[in-house]
């Protein structure tokens, strides 16, 4: 990640060099994003708020904007007169309205309005990114990789992070069947593969992580 939110990650090269370095990512990530984040609602009234999804990239100086790409639970459209809102909720109530989210899946295609504009601003943040850096997704959405592809270019400056299968001070690396390696060797080639492993101070090691920066 970098550009679009402003997580400059060419600055944590001379600070991850110890054996708990995914200590020290999380701890770099978290100061940065420690300041106001903006989710999309607007005009608070009753409990409920406002949807309001454009311009969240706008002022990324300030705040660290948050893109819920496949909706969010307690976003609804209310029946009456189709108005997107949100409600502080993370249980279905049918009626609430039609709900806003669209969970992932390999060949789905996002018709929802508001997904698509959410979706029109991630392409742009991936644009304006130095450095994207991908975490914790299997990769099985369509669109996702897609966007991946089209919008990071060059694609070195995308790293892709890998769950490391290995043993106690073995070198990092990601298991030999890896469904999301595969994924990456067939759509996004040029992308480099980054093996981690979180939670484990015995096996971890930031030499992928480094050598990308």
Request: charged letters at 20%.
């Amino acid at each position: 990640m970098g550009g679009g939110v402003h997580i400059n990650l060419s600055g944590l090269k001379q600070g991850l060099t110890g054996p708990d370095f995914e200590v020290q990512l999380g701890r770099y990530l978290t100061a940065r994003l420690a300041f106001t984040q903006i989710e999309p609602f607007i005009a608070a009234r009753h409990g409920s708020s406002l949807l309001n999804v454009d311009d969240l990239l706008r002022g990324v100086d300030a705040y660290v904007p948050v893109l819920h790409l496949h909706g969010k639970a307690g976003w609804y459209r209310r029946r009456e007169d189709q108005t997107p809102y949100a409600v502080d909720t993370t249980t279905h109530n049918t009626g609430f309205g039609t709900p806003l989210v669209m969970l992932p899946d390999p060949g789905q295609e996002y018709g929802e309005e508001i997904i698509n504009r959410i979706w029109t601003q991630f392409q742009s943040a991936l644009e304006r990114a130095r450095m994207v850096l991908v975490v914790g997704h299997s990769l099985h959405d369509k669109l996702l990789v897609q966007a991946l592809r089209d919008s990071v270019t060059p694609p070195h400056r995308l790293g892709i992070a890998l769950y490391a299968d290995a043993p106690a001070g073995a070198v990092l690396r990601y298991r030999d069947h890896d469904e999301t390696a595969a994924i990456i060797d067939e759509a996004l080639p040029n992308a480099k593969k980054i093996s981690m492993r979180f939670g484990d101070a015995e096996t971890q090691n930031s030499a992928g992580l480094l050598d990308w920066l």
